[in-house]
């Protein structure tokens, strides 16, 4: 069991939940007021994705993240900001009879470059990288991160002095986590976060969270979380799997039957679990420390 752990709140991710909870934050003023509001329930790290403010739909426009970093941190509340890159990897063919040409209103497919462009400006302390490709829930949508694609993006983010959140949703995922650190383009202390329960990646059984820990070399760092309503069990799994935890409305928008949560409750409801578990919870300054990170503000 892992006794010192740090909680990353996902604020608001790029899915389809606006319409299900309007706690969900969509505006860049939300989005930022979301990572404070975890912060200030226990949360060391906050993971933004932003929102088109007129449709709620997941983006990646520079100046909407340049909006979030600004007003977080002119808040003067610390916090580890990790900015998603998984934007831009998004494709969506015509139809199973027809698959081209793909559905141009929901495919996002830029380069390496594109994908962190606010990285490259905004130089956040840790971002992600989704590494590998996959049939992400239903229809046909594939969550598109080519290994070229994947060695570009280290590549860069490494020359920024970012460190990379590698985000693993299959054991094909780690196996080519391995493989870009044997290659150079991943530095020590190498992060990792297990996606869990996403249709079609790895389950979120405890035999599989048992199988992809057993192949984490030692010395990585690693989260672990699950959708839905196995996000609060998780917190506990993942302690007790000797890794850190991640909640946040990004995957979850319950904190129990027929309760619509926020970011804030989510992380005091983990914060709650960790400690009766007798787990101290880390805060961002430890964190910092203990991922070797850089702070630019």
């Given at each position: 069991?892992?006794?010192?752990?740090?909680?990353?709140?996902?604020?608001?991710?790029?899915?389809?939940?606006?319409?299900?909870?309007?706690?969900?934050?969509?505006?860049?003023?939300?989005?930022?007021?979301?990572?404070?509001?975890?912060?200030?329930?226990?949360?060391?790290?906050?993971?933004?994705?932003?929102?088109?403010?007129?449709?709620?739909?997941?983006?990646?426009?520079?100046?909407?993240?340049?909006?979030?970093?600004?007003?977080?941190?002119?808040?003067?509340?610390?916090?580890?900001?990790?900015?998603?890159?998984?934007?831009?990897?998004?494709?969506?063919?015509?139809?199973?009879?027809?698959?081209?040409?793909?559905?141009?209103?929901?495919?996002?497919?830029?380069?390496?470059?594109?994908?962190?462009?606010?990285?490259?400006?905004?130089?956040?302390?840790?971002?992600?990288?989704?590494?590998?490709?996959?049939?992400?829930?239903?229809?046909?949508?594939?969550?598109?991160?080519?290994?070229?694609?994947?060695?570009?993006?280290?590549?860069?983010?490494?020359?920024?002095?970012?460190?990379?959140?590698?985000?693993?949703?299959?054991?094909?995922?780690?196996?080519?986590?391995?493989?870009?650190?044997?290659?150079?383009?991943?530095?020590?202390?190498?992060?990792?976060?297990?996606?869990?329960?996403?249709?079609?990646?790895?389950?979120?059984?405890?035999?599989s969270l048992n199988a992809m820990v057993a192949n984490i070399p030692a010395g990585w760092v690693y989260s672990a979380f699950s959708i839905g309503r196995m996000q609060l069990p998780y917190v506990a799994m993942a302690a007790l799997a000797g890794g850190?935890?991640?909640?946040?409305?990004?995957?979850?928008?319950?904190?129990?039957?027929?309760?619509?949560?926020?970011?804030?409750?989510?992380?005091?409801?983990?914060?709650?679990?960790?400690?009766?578990?007798?787990?101290?919870?880390?805060?961002?300054?430890?964190?910092?420390?203990?991922?070797?990170?850089?702070?630019?503000?």
């Amino acid at each position: 069991m892992n006794t010192e752990v740090f909680i990353t709140c996902a604020v608001t991710g790029a899915g389809a939940t606006t319409d299900k909870s309007a706690k969900v934050p969509v505006t860049p003023a939300e989005i930022a007021a979301a990572c404070i509001e975890a912060a200030k329930a226990g949360a060391a790290i906050a993971h933004a994705h932003v929102r088109d403010p007129a449709t709620g739909r997941g983006a990646r426009d520079p100046a909407l993240y340049r909006e979030v970093v600004a007003r977080v941190r002119d808040s003067g509340v610390d916090v580890v900001l990790n900015l998603t890159a998984g934007m831009g990897g998004d494709l969506v063919i015509g139809s199973a009879e027809t698959p081209l040409p793909l559905n141009a209103e929901f495919t996002d497919m830029v380069g390496a470059e594109e994908r962190l462009a606010h990285v490259t400006e905004l130089l956040p302390e840790i971002c992600t990288i989704d590494c590998g490709t996959m049939n992400f829930a239903e229809g046909d949508y594939v969550m598109t991160n080519t290994p070229s694609t994947l060695r570009a993006m280290a590549k860069r983010v490494q020359a920024l002095g970012v460190r990379p959140e590698i985000e693993v949703f299959d054991t094909g995922h780690l196996v080519f986590a391995k493989q870009l650190v044997r290659e150079g383009l991943i530095d020590d202390p190498v992060m990792i976060q297990l996606c869990m329960g996403i249709p079609y990646g790895a389950p979120d059984d405890l035999a599989s969270l048992n199988a992809m820990v057993a192949n984490i070399p030692a010395g990585w760092v690693y989260s672990a979380f699950s959708i839905g309503r196995m996000q609060l069990p998780y917190v506990a799994m993942a302690a007790l799997a000797g890794g850190n935890v991640r909640v946040g409305l990004e995957d979850n928008i319950w904190l129990q039957k027929g309760v619509l949560a926020s970011n804030g409750d989510l992380v005091e409801r983990a914060v709650t679990i960790l400690t009766a578990m007798n787990a101290r919870v880390l805060g961002p300054a430890e964190v910092r420390e203990r991922l070797k990170l850089q702070k630019r503000w």
